[in-house]
């Protein structure tokens, strides 16, 4: 019995770093995802879109309404907006197994239907570990002043 409780301890210290850096290398796993995605935005890249987004995805945006993936890259994609900045900044990840969370501050800022906008933001994405990848399942949007 000495001896099982004397091994639990000197291996469980070994565990928890294990599990440590296995959430640190998560978390910037997710960090990047998310640049990622920025710079699929940017770039109006629909292939990159539809690989870190989840068929799925509840999209709110900053003006409150609803959309799904489909919509969402296809407003993404468009013509009528033409981004010159697109940056996050601020995040923060938390890592629950299959599911994380990252919040942030997101900008935008370029031209739309020919007049300039800018969109400051704070972010929630929710993130699932399915099969050997993270997709995003959820995103919600808060204009900030």
């Given at each position: 019995m000495r001896r099982m409780i004397l091994c639990t301890l000197l291996v469980a210290p070994h565990i928890f770093v294990a599990q440590a850096d296995n959430a640190d290398s998560i978390k910037t796993t997710l960090i990047a995802l998310e640049n990622a995605w920025n710079q699929a935005e940017w770039q109006k890249d629909r292939t990159a879109l539809d690989m870190l987004l989840a068929p799925d995805l509840i999209y709110i945006k900053h003006d409150g309404s609803l959309v799904?993936?489909?919509?969402?890259?296809?407003?993404?994609?468009?013509?009528?907006?033409?981004?010159?900045?697109?940056?996050?900044?601020?995040?923060?990840?938390?890592?629950?197994?299959?599911?994380?969370?990252?919040?942030?501050?997101?900008?935008?800022?370029?031209?739309?239907?020919?007049?300039?906008?800018?969109?400051?933001?704070?972010?929630?994405?929710?993130?699932?570990?399915?099969?050997?990848?993270?997709?995003?399942?959820?995103?919600?949007?808060?204009?900030?002043?």
């Amino acid at each position: 019995m000495r001896r099982m409780i004397l091994c639990t301890l000197l291996v469980a210290p070994h565990i928890f770093v294990a599990q440590a850096d296995n959430a640190d290398s998560i978390k910037t796993t997710l960090i990047a995802l998310e640049n990622a995605w920025n710079q699929a935005e940017w770039q109006k890249d629909r292939t990159a879109l539809d690989m870190l987004l989840a068929p799925d995805l509840i999209y709110i945006k900053h003006d409150g309404s609803l959309v799904g993936k489909t919509t969402y890259i296809s407003n993404v994609v468009s013509p009528a907006v033409r981004p010159a900045k697109i940056a996050s900044d601020s995040m923060s990840v938390h890592v629950y197994d299959t599911l994380a969370i990252v919040s942030g501050i997101y900008h935008e800022s370029g031209m739309k239907n020919g007049k300039a906008y800018v969109l400051h933001v704070r972010f929630t994405d929710t993130w699932v570990h399915r099969g050997q990848s993270w997709v995003c399942v959820a995103s919600q949007s808060t204009p900030m002043e």
